[in-house]
């Protein structure tokens, strides 16, 4: 089976690219810790077809970018099996989050 997996939330250099601007505030980014584990959650311990999770998350306000910035901490691993579904599911790192948010 030929699998191919998408990971654009890395600089060249591995580090993470973050979708939260640099001038948004504490406040801000603290109101979008609840919608990440909300989308982990919601994904579940499966995957899900990618088409529905975009439907469901993607939004075009910048102070609230809760799909991106999952994508952008690693949270989310998105791949393709040709001739199928592109489908999302929660990585190792998406899944530790959960666990360490809820402990």
Same mark, same amino acid.
């Given at each position: 089976?030929? $699998? +191919? @997996? ?10 993470? @690219? %973050?979708?939260?601007?640099?001038? !948004?505030? *504490?406040?801000? +980014?603290?109101?979008? *810790?609840?919608? $990440?584990?909300?989308?982990? *959650?919601? $994904? =579940?311990? =499966? &995957? ?5 999770? @975009?439907?469901?998350?993607? +939004?075009?306000?910048? /102070?609230?970018?809760?799909?991106? *910035? ?6 989310? !691993?998105? %791949? %393709?099996?040709?001739? =199928? ?7 190792? &790192?998406?899944?530790? %989050? @959960? /666990?360490? #948010?809820? #402990?």
């Amino acid at each position: 089976m030929n $699998i +191919t @997996i998408f990971d654009d939330s890395r600089k060249p250099d591995g580090q993470p @690219i %973050h979708a939260v601007p640099p001038d !948004v505030s *504490e406040r801000e +980014t603290a109101s979008i *810790e609840p919608l $990440i584990l909300d989308l982990l *959650e919601w $994904i =579940g311990p =499966g &995957a899900r077809p990618y088409d529905e999770v @975009i439907d469901a998350w993607r +939004t075009s306000c910048p /102070r609230l970018p809760v799909w991106e *910035e999952a994508c952008a901490r690693g949270y989310l !691993v998105r %791949h %393709h099996v040709p001739g =199928g579904v592109a489908e999302v599911e929660v990585s190792e &790192a998406g899944r530790a %989050h @959960i /666990r360490a #948010a809820r #402990a």
